[in-house]
Structure formats: structure tokens, C-alpha cells
């Protein structure tokens, strides 16, 4: 059988975010009681998170989590990780063995920075440099696979039902500002780790539910720029579009929500002038990265979450505040069955993004 | 206008040529392209140096002068105006014009005049004071190539495949040497005292501009090539 | 004995004498001179040998007497010699001539559009109803690659490059004036106003009358420059390089002296009765940088305000030339695939010479890709697109728009008899014959453009909402929204596209 990335598999999901916006920290197995609730939502395929200020004591040092079939592959790609990073700290991810997650595979987490010389060499952006070597990696050696590459954050998934995943990631042990949460319903097994969600770069994270129908257009579009989609999911595409505009192309979050569910033509010729002319310049500019079909996205970066719906909102997915803390979920119920006591509670429009961020100096 | 092209924005020189009111002068001029471009009638452009390809394409009535040679495609499908060459001019030039002149001081390269045409009053002259390149004139549908030759009285002065595919117009020489594989659609015939008489407007703007007494053109033989059918290809194809 | 005269026509015209009046409606109507009355009496003739059955006659007829088939007169021929094979020989023997034709080739090369699929949404996404949700069609052609710049107050400084905006992806592709008539060209001027999209000139020049549709035209330049001056290019919405055509690739354009006549003459500027000749190569243009010589000597002289297309034939090394075309500053590539259609084509360059459509469109729309450069330019496929779905395909194949001629055609009457080289064209279309031309109702071949267009638009949005897709650049370069059927490993290759059940 095909393992994920041979063949594209289809998957509808659940999805959480979490973030206090005072700065406050949330326990990673809140996140894990609040998935539980949906979980009909997913298959037992697939269910990952990802954290946000889980590392304060490592907090200037890139966090790779990385997948190893086996102890060759670690080696290859340990001394990959030796010749181009300053590895200041490594160790094995702990985890608790648990009945409902099996054939784990070895996985590792290291803090590292990028070698100064060798990052002046190649006259890169520190950040590219760290983008290039997750796809050297993801894309070349065989049996290693980075998973979570940014600073100050971690993702952590597996084959399995979400809350189980939590468990055997021992995420109770965590805390961070905002959090991600997912669980995944695949029409088939992938049978593979890396397939989870959510899919990681650099700080970027991002949990999906839906099936985009535009996918192939938005792969051979951000295929041209360097990325390449080896898993073939909607997530890893979205995730690339968005490094693509906001870190490489400079745009706001806001910005390239518009991009991606950018408003009907005739909704776009209802906006005052200025409003109009930015929506037309963007959707023309970037008329291939447009996405279709149903689609809810949590997207996680350093110091903030954004969730967006596709402009037709075929998905589901309300956010419940209260006080500094603002919860984002499919379903109301997953929200309340861990923070009962809500604020507001509402429903973002479709193709609108709803920008949630930690107050500066927090 | 005074432009000095050295201290200039290639890419701009075109647009400010464009945009300025009046006589535009352009000094150190070297290899900018699309000087002139449809410059209408009424303006002026003159340039000293060597401007770069499609000078005055699509020229609109309006005139150009260079002190310099000019490179390739000139006055390309020019309408009307005037290009004054104090110089020699490169290959394609006078591509497809229309309508109005290009006079060259000294040589013009390959394919020179190549599709020039004439409609209603508009009849393009195109004036090479020395000599022309190969397929000069080639599938000319109108108008006029006039060669004086000067500096190249010892053979005729053009190359090969002179008028191939011609089917209107005339093209004009000063010079007492006809080669002998022209090829079979152009007809040479020695022009009459009253025809070189017709001709002397066009000889006294070539000796105006360029400061040639007439004397040097004058007395002289010249003969025609015109084109013997209009259309030159009817008998290629089989109709059923 | 003429040689012709031993071989036996392609048709036989059959007159039903119980149903005949002699009434010679027929005589009036055929543009190819086929019936006539016998000399001195009320009976009627034909010259079978004139017949290219184009069906005027028989639509024409009041009693429904007539009828054209194919002749039943055996000839012999073999798997390897056909009786057109035979036909041609004799001709050619005969007036030691250059095969002519008009239309597409007629030779059997693969047809991709038939072997490829459409996907359609199930369970995982939903289909979407045309009828009740937005479904968006309007597609912008031009380069659409941009800087992101910002003005001081941080908003987005929003420019791009020229373009077309079209709200169908569906152009009228290059047909001249003087290779169809007056009233096609007015027709298909209005149908593109009325539709919001572009016709085009071809190399024949802008009939002054046009000149107040010039904000759906687009004006092309081609080798012969004819008609080419300031205000025309300046009268269009974009100005097309033409390089080559599908029909015939390499081939330059002639136009018969004897159909440069009246406003066709003085639409080319050029003379009465003399050839409009159009070289093979545009001789400003001997290589690809001199193409970017002409494609900004034409943005100069309009003004950086409009955009410039340039289109080639589909021929091997298709991709490269595009990518080298993307480079050199065109905003829009035209790919004219090997069964395009032409007024007067060498036969042997019309059914030998280029590749498909679909092929040249996947391989052009992948380089452009593989070397980052695919938004610097729109892609327009033109070439055998007979119907909505062949539109679709093109689309996920990679292409932003396509380019319809024959099927224009067919709209306005045409019957597909393959003689436009003629210019005898019974229904008014590809002739320049007064007394033929008036057949030609502009209203109502504008009209019947206007449906074909509004018709397949409707269905391009049925079977986008089938597939989940509600906007056509969500389906732009989507080749996982297709499958092939019965190709080989190298055509899938080619297309980019899996074979149906992968």
C-alpha cells in the first residue's frame, strides 16, 4: 500500500485552538480533554498539537521533533544536523506507552542554532536556511522525517485518536500561550506519523478540516518557489502558502487570508474604493493560491492564532472568549465541556480571519 | 528639450522624449532603444550618438535626425515623418513602411525597405546615399527605394536577391551596373531624361540634408526594377 | 482529357425531378457555380465536379428536393493509397500547383480532449449548485506576478501590469478581414462587447466602423504589418504579436490580389488588386531577443497601458519557445495547437506540421512552472476547442483562457465543406463576393455567438461546481481534477495527469 505523500488522501477532521492573550498559560491536556469530546469527528487515523511557548528555557533555539524509522536513519541525519546546525541540546520526546497508539517510531527533539559560517556562506536569511534543511531532510533522506521546526513551540503527533496521542505525548507536562489541537478522519490508513497533523514550519502550524478542491492549482502554484509537497495534504500546501506570502512576500496574516479566501468578485466591487482595490490587487496578484471547497484552518505562529473559513463556510467552527483567553473549536461543545464559563460565543464569517494575538511585552 | 542621455535612465528616455512639448535634442546617445516611437507630427527629435534598435517605429509624421549611424530595424512600419541618418543605417530597416521617408547619408544594411508599401496619397520613400545589402527591397508592395551609389560607382550598389517576392513599387539606382541574376519577377529599365527629371525632388532632399552638391549626382545613369505582376505568386497554388 | 475530368467527383448532387419547380433557387445560391439552367430551356444542371457540399443548396431549396451525397461511383483504393490521396496526385499533375486548404486538417491525429476525464466532488467535499451559489468564470489574462510594495502608511500600493479582464475564459481567436467578411467581423465585434470579452483582429487591419468595439478588440500585428499604424494600436484593448499559427506553422499569409478589394484593401492600407503578402517571419524578428525588441517597441507606442500577447503555433520545442516568450516581456502566450483551423493553408503544412493543442498546453504550462515563471504570463489554448467540456481540460491542464474559431464559425452558419481557400463561401463567411456576403445577417450571427458562449459558460459551471470549485482559478493548472483513458505512459507524462483509477 501507498504510504501518505504516494497518494493524496482525502480527510474531513476536528479541530481546537486555545490562546490567552494576557500571555497566561493553558495545560496541553486541556487540549486534550477538549478534542476528546469530538471524537466522532475522527477515525483513529491521525491526531496531533501543537504548542506555543512551550520552551521559554530554549526560547532562541530552533525545536526540531523528528521521526526516525530507525537508528540508520537518525545517524544520517544527525550528522547532516552536526555539519550545518550548533546543537545545544538533544534528547528523546518523553512519552508513556499507551494500548490505542502503536509501531511508534523513534522520535527526537533537538534545540539547535543554524552555524554562523556556514549560515554566512550560503547568504541566506536565517530562516530560509532553517526552511531549506527541513526539506533536504523531509525530501532525501529516507526514514527521517521533521515534523516541528520552529522556536518556542513544538508539534506532536502520531497515528492514533487525538486524545490518546495527548496521552502518550504526556502533553499534561506542558504548558504554552495558545495551543492546537487535531483530530483526523482519513478515508485511508496512511499507516505513517508524519501524515498526522499538524502540519509544521518553522513557527507556522496549522490544523485543518475540510478537503480544498482547488488543491492541484495551489500545489503546482507554491511548487514553483522552492516548497515541495511530499505528504500531498491540503495542510502542508496551506501551510506552505502561508510562509510563502507572509514570510517571503511580506503580506499581513489578514492579508493573505484574503488571498486564500478572498471574497466573490461581487462581494469585492461592494467595498469601499480602498478596501476594493487592495481585494482585487490581491486576488489577481495571487489568483492560484485562491482556495476551494470546504475548509476550516487554525493557523498557530509565534505569539498568535488565526482561524479562517472558506468564503462559502462549508465548515463549521465557532470561538468562545473569555477574559484574555479565546478558544476556537468545530464544535461549541468541545469548548464548554473544559471552560464551561464563556463571555461570547460566535461564529466568524466566511473568508473572514479571526486574528487572536499575545498583547505586546506579555 | 536638451537631454543628455549618458545621465539618463535608459528605460526612461523614451517616455520623456514622449512627454516633453516641442524640439527634443538628445546628446551621447548610445544603444537606447524605441527613441521616437509614433512620435507625431509637429515634434522633432534630434540625436547625436548611436541610438539603439526601432528608431521612430511607427512613426507618425513626426521627424527624427541623427548625427550618428543608427543599428537595426528603423523607422520600422513607419506611417509618416521623416528619419534624417547623418551616418549609415543596419539591416531591416524601413521594415514595413507606409508612408513617409528615411534618407541615409552613407551605407544601409541586409534587407533594407524589405515590405515597404504605399496606400492612397501615402507613398514611403526610402534614400541610401551609398549602398544597399542583400534582399534590399524584398516583397516590396509600394513606394520607393532610391540607391545613389556613392562611393560605389565600380559595381551595382546592393547584394543579392535584390526585390525577391517584389510585386509593387520601384526601386531606383544610380549606377551603370546591373548584376545579372535579379531575380525572374523584377525588370530593370534605364530611366528616360524625364523620369531622372521626376526624381530630382528626392535627389535635392538627399543633397539638402546632407550638404552633397548636386553635381556629384548629376548627370548619371539610373535605372528601375519594378516588378512585373502584382501577383506574384498566383501561379504557386492548384485550385480545384 | 483533363486528367481531373477522369477521376470521379467527391459528390453527387441528386434532384428529386418529382419534387423540382425548376424554380433555380439553387443556381442563385451556390457560391461554387454547381447548378445551372441548361442553356435555352427551364432544366436544371449540375457540375457535380464544383460541389463541396456545403449544403447551401439543399438548406435552401423550397421543395426539399435536393440532395448531396457522397459518390457512389467506386474508386479504387487501398489502405495505403485513398481516393483523396489519388484525387490530390491528379490535381497536382495536373496544374504542377500547391495544395490548398481551408479549415483544420482533416487527418486523424489523437484527440487528448476525448481521452481525458473530469473529476467530480463526493462525501469528501461537496458539489455546488451553479444555479444557486456564486460560481465565478471572470478570468484575468496578463501577468499577474507582482512586487508587494507598500506607501508609508504601511496599506498596499496595488498596481499590476496591464491585463484583460474577461468574464468568460473564452476569447474569439485571430480571424482577418478579408479571410472572413464584414459581417462576421461586426458580429463577432458586438458578441464580444455583449459577452465581456475580446475579439480579434487577426492581420487583416481594423475596418473604421470597428473601431468603437476597440475596448473588446484585440489588434494583432503581424508579419505584413498591415493596417498597422498609431491609432490602431491604440483603438485596441491589447495588441498580439502573431509569430505563427497552428494551421500553418512557419507559413506566412497570402492573400489573393483578387480579394483585395474595396474596404478589405483600405482596412490592409495597401493598394487594390495587389497580393497582401505576410512574410513567413516577421523580419524584425530573427531571433528571441529581437522578439523583446518588438514586443516594447509596441509597449512604447502604447504606453505601457495595454497589454501585449503573442501567439506561435505549437510546434516541438514548444515549451522552451514559451519560456523564452515569458522572458522577453509578452503578458500573454497564444499556443495554437496543430488542428486549428486557417482561411488557405498549404494542405501538406496544415495536416504535417506542429503538435496537439493538449499536448503543447500541458508542456508549456509545466516549463513555465519548473522555471517559476508561470504568473508572468497568461496562457491562452486555441486549437480544436469544440465544446465546454474540451474548455475545462484546458483549463486544468494549465491554461487561463481559450481561443475559439471554427466553432465561432459554426455559430455563424459555417458547414465545415473546407474550401474558405476558395473564397466561394455560399454562407457569406469566408468570402469577399458582394452578392455572398449579404447572406450574412450580422444580428443574428451575433446572436447565435452570444448563445454559444452564454450556453457553454453554463455548462463550464456545472462541471465546475460538480467538482467543488466555485472560482475558475481554483481549477487553473488543477490537473488532479482530470484522468486519462487509454494513453500511454508517456502521453500521461506528458499531461501531468494520472490514468483514470490511480
Redesign the interface.
Request: aromatic share 16%; no cysteine; hydrophobic share 35%.
Given at each position: 500500500m501507498q504510504k501518505e505523500g504516494q497518494v493524496?488522501i482525502?480527510?474531513?477532521c476536528a479541530i481546537v485552538g486555545a490562546i490567552d492573550r494576557s500571555g497566561g498559560t493553558i495545560c496541553g491536556g486541556d487540549m486534550v480533554r477538549a478534542i476528546a469530546v469530538m471524537h466522532d469527528r475522527s477515525n483513529g487515523l491521525g491526531g496531533g498539537f501543537a504548542g506555543y511557548g512551550i520552551y521559554p528555557q530554549y526560547k532562541d533555539l530552533y525545536a526540531f521533533h523528528i521521526f526516525y524509522a530507525g537508528s540508520s536513519a537518525k545517524e544520517t541525519c544527525e550528522r547532516f544536523l552536526e555539519k550545518h546546525f550548533d546543537i545545544v541540546n538533544l534528547s528523546k520526546i518523553p512519552t508513556s506507552p499507551h494500548p490505542r497508539v502503536t509501531d511508534a517510531p523513534l522520535i527526537w527533539r533537538y534545540f539547535m542554532a543554524p552555524l554562523p559560517n556556514k549560515l554566512a556562506r550560503c547568504q541566506l536569511d536565517e530562516r530560509e536556511y532553517v526552511v531549506r534543511c527541513v526539506t533536504r531532510i523531509n525530501t532525501q533522506m529516507k526514514g527521517a522525517h521533521v515534523f516541528s521546526s520552529g522556536k518556542n513551540m513544538g508539534a506532536f503527533k502520531a497515528v492514533g485518536y487525538p486524545e490518546d496521542v495527548g496521552e502518550f505525548y504526556r502533553l499534561d507536562e506542558y504548558e504554552g500561550y495558545a495551543w492546537t489541537a487535531h483530530g483526523r478522519y482519513p478515508?485511508n490508513t496512511p499507516g505513517w506519523w508524519g501524515g498526522a497533523h499538524p502540519f509544521a514550519l518553522l513557527d507556522y502550524s496549522v490544523v485543518h478540516n475540510?478537503?480544498?478542491?482547488?488543491?492541484?492549482?495551489?500545489r503546482?502554484?507554491i511548487?514553483?518557489?522552492g516548497y515541495k509537497c511530499t505528504l500531498q495534504t491540503d495542510t502542508e500546501v496551506i501551510t506552505y502558502i502561508i510562509d510563502y506570502l507572509v514570510r517571503r512576500?511580506?503580506?499581513t496574516l489578514e492579508?493573505a487570508a484574503n488571498v486564500m479566501a478572498?471574497p466573490?468578485?461581487?462581494t469585492i466591487a461592494q467595498q469601499e474604493p480602498?478596501r476594493r482595490?487592495?481585494l482585487?490587487?490581491?486576488r489577481?496578484?495571487?489568483?492560484?493560491l485562491?482556495?476551494?471547497?470546504?475548509f476550516s484552518i487554525l493557523v498557530g505562529f509565534t505569539g498568535g492564532l488565526m482561524a479562517l473559513n472558506d468564503r462559502?463556510k462549508?465548515r463549521s467552527m465557532v470561538i468562545g472568549e473569555a477574559g484574555s483567553r479565546v478558544y476556537i473549536s468545530s464544535e461549541e461543545s468541545a469548548i464548554r465541556a473544559v471552560w464551561p464559563d464563556l463571555d461570547r460565543v460566535w461564529a466568524p464569517r466566511g473568508g473572514e480571519a479571526a486574528i487572536f494575538t499575545v498583547k505586546e511585552g506579555a | 528639450m536638451k537631454i543628455d542621455a549618458q545621465t539618463t535612465d535608459p528605460h526612461q528616455l523614451p517616455r520623456l522624449i514622449r512627454q516633453a512639448e516641442g524640439a527634443v535634442e538628445v546628446d551621447h546617445c548610445l544603444g537606447q532603444r524605441f527613441l521616437g516611437t509614433a512620435l507625431e507630427a509637429g515634434r522633432t527629435l534630434t540625436i547625436r550618438g548611436v541610438p539603439g534598435n526601432a528608431l521612430g517605429a511607427y512613426l507618425d509624421g513626426g521627424v527624427i535626425e541623427v548625427y550618428g549611424n543608427v543599428q537595426e530595424a528603423t523607422g520600422d512600419t513607419m506611417n509618416e515623418g521623416k528619419i534624417i541618418i547623418h551616418g549609415s543605417a543596419g539591416d531591416a530597416t524601413g521594415y514595413s513602411m507606409r508612408g513617409g521617408s528615411i534618407l541615409i547619408e552613407g551605407d544601409v544594411g541586409y534587407r533594407a525597405g524589405i515590405h515597404i508599401k504605399s496606400y492612397g496619397d501615402k507613398s514611403p520613400v526610402l534614400i541610401v546615399g551609398g549602398a544597399a545589402g542583400s534582399f534590399l527591397g524584398e516583397y516590396q508592395a509600394g513606394g520607393l527605394i532610391l540607391v545613389l551609389g556613392l562611393g560605389c560607382e565600380d559595381r551595382a550598389p546592393y547584394g543579392y536577391f535584390c526585390g525577391t517576392g517584389m510585386h509593387g513599387g520601384r526601386i531606383v539606382v544610380r549606377s551603370d551596373h546591373i548584376p545579372v541574376n535579379l531575380p525572374d519577377q523584377v525588370v530593370p529599365q534605364d530611366l528616360t531624361a524625364d523620369e531622372i527629371e521626376a526624381l530630382r525632388p528626392h535627389l535635392e532632399a538627399y543633397c539638402e540634408a546632407f550638404g552633397v552638391p548636386m553635381s556629384r549626382l548629376l548627370p548619371h545613369r539610373f535605372y528601375a526594377l519594378t516588378p512585373n505582376t502584382k501577383s506574384p505568386y498566383r501561379q504557386l497554388y492548384a485550385m480545384s | 482529357m483533363s486528367l481531373m475530368n477522369t477521376f470521379p467527383s467527391r459528390f453527387e448532387v441528386v434532384r428529386d425531378m418529382d419534387k423540382c419547380i425548376a424554380c433555380g433557387r439553387c443556381v442563385v445560391e451556390c457560391g461554387h457555380g454547381v447548378h445551372r439552367f441548361v442553356k435555352g430551356t427551364k432544366k436544371l444542371a449540375a457540375d457535380e465536379r464544383r460541389c463541396v457540399n456545403c449544403y447551401r443548396c439543399v438548406a435552401a431549396c423550397p421543395t426539399g428536393a435536393l440532395k448531396i451525397i457522397p459518390n457512389r461511383q467506386a474508386v479504387n483504393e487501398s489502405s495505403n493509397w485513398s481516393a483523396a490521396n489519388r484525387r490530390e496526385i491528379a490535381l497536382q499533375a495536373e496544374s504542377g500547383g500547391v495544395l490548398l486548404s481551408g479549415m483544420g486538417t482533416v487527418k486523424n491525429y489523437p484527440l487528448y480532449w476525448d481521452k481525458l476525464l473530469i473529476n467530480a466532488a463526493q462525501v469528501t467535499n461537496p458539489s455546488i449548485d451553479p444555479l444557486r451559489e456564486p460560481m465565478e468564470t471572470r478570468t484575468y489574462l496578463g501577468r499577474s506576478a507582482a512586487e508587494i510594495r507598500r506607501d508609508g502608511s504601511g496599506r498596499l500600493i496595488s498596481d499590476l501590469p496591464p491585463h484583460l479582464t474577461l468574464e468568460t475564459p473564452i476569447l474569439f481567436a485571430a480571424m482577418s478581414y478579408g479571410a472572413i467578411s464584414y459581417p462576421c467581423h461586426e458580429a463577432l465585434a458586438r458578441a464580444a462587447t455583449e459577452l465581456g470579452t475580446f475579439y480579434n483582429t487577426g492581420e487583416g487591419g481594423l475596418h473604421p466602423d470597428l473601431y468603437r468595439y476597440g475596448a473588446h478588440t484585440i489588434v494583432q500585428v503581424a508579419s505584413g504589418r498591415f493596417g498597422v499604424h498609431r491609432r490602431y494600436l491604440e483603438a485596441g484593448a491589447a495588441v498580439e504579436i502573431k509569430i505563427g499559427q497552428g494551421a500553418k506553422p512557419g507559413i506566412g499569409g497570402h492573400l489573393a490580389g483578387a480579394k483585395n478589394v474595396g474596404d478589405i484593401s483600405r482596412t490592409r492600407m495597401i493598394p487594390e488588386g495587389t497580393d497582401a503578402i505576410s512574410p513567413a517571419p516577421h523580419h524584425d524578428i530573427y531571433s528571441i531577443e529581437d522578439l523583446r525588441q518588438l514586443v516594447y517597441s509596441l509597449k512604447e507606442a502604447t504606453r505601457y497601458e495595454k497589454p501585449v500577447l503573442v501567439k506561435i503555433a505549437a510546434v516541438h520545442n514548444v515549451a522552451a519557445i514559451a519560456s523564452g516568450i515569458a522572458r522577453s516581456g509578452a503578458d500573454i502566450i497564444v499556443i495554437d495547437g496543430l488542428r486549428g483551423g486557417t482561411g488557405a493553408a498549404p494542405t501538406q503544412t496544415r495536416d504535417n506540421v506542429g503538435i496537439p493543442i493538449e499536448l503543447a498546453l500541458a508542456a508549456v504550462d509545466a516549463r513555465l512552472r519548473e522555471e517559476g515563471i508561470r504568473n508572468h504570463v497568461g496562457l491562452v489554448a486555441s486549437g480544436t476547442i469544440r465544446n465546454s467540456a474540451d474548455i475545462v481540460k484546458a483549463i486544468a491542464l494549465g491554461a487561463d483562457a481559450v481561443a475559439i474559431g471554427t466553432a465561432a464559425l459554426i455559430a455563424m452558419g459555417c458547414h465545415m465543406c473546407h474550401s474558405c481557400h476558395t473564397g466561394n463561401c455560399s454562407w457569406g463567411i469566408c468570402t469577399q463576393r458582394p452578392e455572398l456576403v449579404r447572406r450574412l445577417d450580422p444580428d443574428e450571427a451575433k446572436a447565435h455567438l452570444v448563445n454559444l458562449v452564454t450556453a457553454w459558460t453554463r455548462e463550464i459551471k456545472e462541471l465546475m461546481g460538480g467538482m467543488g470549485i466555485n472560482s475558475i482559478e481554483a481549477l487553473r493548472g488543477n490537473r488532479l481534477m482530470l484522468r486519462g483513458v487509454g494513453l500511454t505512459d508517456a502521453e500521461l507524462r506528458i499531461l501531468g495527469v494520472r490514468h483514470a483509477g490511480e
Open positions: 493524496r482525502p480527510s474531513g478515508t475540510g478537503e480544498i478542491s482547488s488543491y492541484d492549482a495551489n503546482r502554484f511548487e514553483m518557489y512576500r511580506g503580506l492579508e478572498a466573490f468578485w461581487t480602498e482595490e487592495r482585487t490587487f490581491l489577481q496578484a495571487f489568483g492560484s485562491l482556495l476551494t471547497g470546504p462559502l462549508l | - | -
